[in-house]
């Protein structure tokens, strides 16, 4: 059973799809799969419903070697496109996405790939975007031009579609996997949730974090940014959080030594940038702390 938004449900069952009201569990609506079509082994993968909710894509074969990605039209109740071979894939993906028009396919796995499936030829658009370790996640950029990747490799990566091309730098999220990420509503900010019961928000186009980093003291099931700028997070036990994602009133000074500190670097009286020593770190560190410790949340699970 897969949700296909808030207030539908998605199932597959006796070669037929139903589609269920959230709100009361009532059938909204069945769509038979014509039997020419249908195989000894079908399924519905997870995130492989279109995000409009009229079509989805149905793994179907005999064995892994000949099973096929293809994508079920559910106002026709006919299959439409070009299958693609799953095997391509290597291996099950931990995640699937529909592009945001719905034309495009995107999954990510243990493999250490990420594979741009196009539902109309059937073809891989990009093969994989480099190599970080186990993906657990992705999520398209609403104009469809780029992808983030979260992972065991502990970074969040922004990559160019078209180029299968790494964009900037990697998103360290530290204290464990980057569990998954999530694009805002208008693409100017990206929010991830990690093993270590940590969320934080990062700026698109710099790749700097916008936020402190956010502990929580149980795990954290999801991180999103709402249309209005504001985080939400869901984690144990039963407790939602959410945040204003508003500009800092830190002093200029504040911020400017807490650059130096984050990235041990310091402009010169000529404009180059050069190393901080270790003890002039260490007295900046005690400053900060002293002046304001909200900049230096505690690990989880640590005093």
Known sequence: MFRNNDTELVTLDDDTIRIWRAGDGGLERSVPIP???????MDILPGSIRPDGGAVILLRG????????????????????????????????????????????????????????????????VHHLGLQGNLLDLD??????????????????????ASGKMLLTPMATGWGPARS?????????????????VARVWD??????????????????????TPAHRLITGSAPNLIRAWDLKPTLLPVEVIADYVKLLSARQLS???????????????????????????????????
């Open 204 to 225: 698109v186009a710099t790749a700097e974090a916008v936020t402190p980093m956010l502990r929580h003291t149980g795990y954290i099931y999801w991180a999103y940014i």
């Open 35 to 41: 039997d020419s079509f249908q195989r000894p082994w």
């Open 269 to 303: 009286a000529n404009g180059l940038l050069s190393g901080i020593p270790g003890p002039e770190l260490a007295e900046l560190h005690r400053s900060l702390l002293a002046r304001h410790p909200e900049l230096f949340p505690t690990p989880a699970g640590r005093d």
């Open 62 to 125: 005999k064995t892994f070697e000949d099973a096929e990605l293809h994508l079920f039209d559910l106002g026709t109740g006919q299959f439409t496109g070009k299958p693609f071979l799953f095997s391509r894939l290597s291996v099950m993906p931990n995640r699937m996405r529909f592009s945001p028009d719905g034309t495009r396919l995107a999954s990510v796995g243990p493999d250490q790939k990420a594979a741009i499936i196009d539902l109309a030829t059937g073809e891989a658009a």
């Open 140 to 161: 398209w950029s609403p104009d469809g031009t780029r992808l983030i990747t979260a992972g065991l490799a502990g970074s969040v990566i922004q990559w160019d579609v």
């Open 181 to 197: 990420a999530r694009w805002s509503p208008d693409g100017r900010f990206i929010a991830y949730r990690n093993e270590g019961r």
